[in-house]
């Protein structure tokens, strides 16, 4: 059996190119997918919840929220006085779009769990929610480390 790491990586590169496939053909672009099922989800939100979420960088949502904008999936606001920070929700074109983008991820989930049973659907997502956890807590010391490095 090959390696953890590859097996992730393989399923991983094999339901992206399922999502991203589907995407394209609704004008999204890389990263879009993720940012509509976030605000879908959580409604209006900043762009550090939803770097966190997506598990990319503030400056890359900030690239990808723009093109959003343009597009017309998003719109952006200043809340309650506070300059720093821009408040994200999903316009009714965003809306019609994450709606989309929910089918085709029920789809993408429905087919990578075709061959499991609902106990092992279970157990993965317990298994995956535990390599996660683990993958996060051994990246805190060494971002804790660049950090340090870097200044």
């Given at each position: 059996?090959?390696?953890?790491?590859?097996?992730?990586?393989?399923?991983?590169?094999?339901?992206?190119?399922?999502?991203?496939?589907?995407?394209?053909?609704?004008?999204?672009?890389?990263?879009?997918?993720?940012?509509?099922?976030?605000?879908?989800?959580?409604g209006e939100s900043d762009q550090k919840s939803i770097a966190g979420y997506c598990e990319i960088e503030p400056a890359t949502v900030g690239s990808?929220?723009?093109?959003?904008?343009?597009?017309?999936l998003i719109s952006r606001r200043q809340k309650d006085g506070n300059r720093r920070s821009l408040f994200v929700s999903l316009t009714p074109k965003?809306?019609?779009?994450?709606?989309?983008?929910?089918?085709?991820?029920?789809?993408?989930?429905?087919?990578?769990?075709?061959?499991?049973?609902?106990?092992?659907?279970?157990?993965?997502?317990?298994?995956?929610?535990?390599?996660?956890?683990?993958?996060?807590?051994?990246?805190?010391?060494?971002?804790?480390?660049?950090?340090?490095?870097?200044?």
């Open positions: 059996m090959e390696s953890l790491h590859y097996l992730l990586m393989r399923a991983h590169m094999q339901l992206n190119r399922i999502v991203l496939s589907q995407a394209a053909e609704l004008g999204l672009t890389s990263g879009q997918p993720k940012v509509l099922e976030f605000l879908h989800m959580a990808i929220l723009g093109r959003m904008e343009s597009a017309g965003g809306e019609r779009f994450a709606e989309k983008m929910d089918a085709i991820f029920a789809a993408a989930d429905k087919a990578a769990a075709a061959s499991l049973s609902a106990a092992q659907l279970d157990a993965l997502k317990q298994a995956l929610c535990a390599v996660s956890q683990s993958l996060s807590e051994a990246a805190g010391p060494q971002q804790k480390e660049r950090k340090a490095n870097a200044g």
